[in-house]
T-cell receptor, first 112, second 116 residues
Framework: EDQVTQSPEALRLQEGESSSLNCSYT??????LFWYRQDPGKGPEFLFT???AGEEKEKERLKATLTKKESFLHITAPKPEDSATYLC?????????????FGSGTKLNVKP | NAGVTQTPKFRILKIGQSMTLQCTQD?????MYWYRQDPGMGLKLIYYSVGAGITDKGEVPNGYNVSRSTTEDFPLRLELAAPSQTSVYFCASSPRRGANPNTEAFFGQGTRLTVV
């Protein structure tokens, strides 16, 4: 069964303390892995798409990487404004539409 | 561009009442989705549509109905509201898979629904 697991559920960091969020997945054939940021009371906001193992993408303090079984979202020297819930989703081949499987998210709190 | 717009933002319903959650997108996306998000849980797919006139059930369709008469609009209907439908509802859209490899979904701001 296709599924996505994110860890940890919650992460508290001091400002400037780098860390990584994990997204592990099992799908029959990965078409794409997506990272989203969600602020309280808002809809998920798209960050990155990764398509193949070894691929990396960066945006400001965030860097996403992908292996055959998991993805990491590395946060370098985070700031309080990086506090949010980060969601991971995958798309699999074999579906007749762009079906997304979402993880439960990692809630990040960056303290000043 | 406005992207994906949902209305209303908040609503309180009494048990047994009905309502329609509105969703419209201006990106000419073929695919549209309705998700619900419960506290501490991931997004669960309720219904989806691959184009005007075509809809299908997702993981948790019971108690809901949808229609897609135009590319832009994808309303979600709740019949006979129940407390279990208390949740935050998100509408999303994405382009059709094709020459464009980018198929990420774009989300609306959500509708927070409470059934009492």
């Amino acid at each position: 069964e296709d599924q996505v697991t994110q860890s940890p559920e919650a992460l508290r960091l001091q400002e400037g303390e780098s860390s990584s969020l994990n997204c592990s997945y099992t799908v029959s054939g990965l078409r794409g892995l997506f990272w989203y940021r969600q602020d309280p009371g808002k809809g998920p906001e798209f960050l990155f798409t990764l398509y193949s193992a070894g691929e990396e993408k960066e945006k400001e303090r965030l860097k996403a990487t992908l292996t055959k079984k998991e993805s990491f979202l590395h946060i370098t020297a985070p700031k309080p404004e990086d506090s949010a819930t980060y969601l991971c989703a995958v798309q699999a081949f074999g579906h007749n539409f762009n079906k997304f499987y979402f993880g439960s998210g990692t809630k990040l709190n960056v303290k000043p | 561009n406005a992207g994906v717009t949902q209305t209303p933002k908040f609503r309180i319903l009494k048990i047994g009442q009905s309502m329609t959650l509105q969703c419209t997108q201006d990106m000419n996306h073929n695919y549209m989705y309705w998700y619900r998000q419960d506290p501490g849980m991931g997004l669960k797919l309720i219904y989806y549509s691959v184009g005007a006139g075509i809809t299908d059930k997702g993981e948790v369709p019971n108690g809901y109905n949808v229609s897609r008469s135009t590319t832009e609009d994808f309303p979600l209907r709740l019949e006979l509201a129940a407390p279990s439908q208390t949740s935050v509802y998100f509408c999303a859209s994405s382009p059709r898979r094709g020459a464009n490899p980018n198929t990420e979904a774009f989300f609306g701001q959500g509708t927070r629904l409470t059934v009492v």
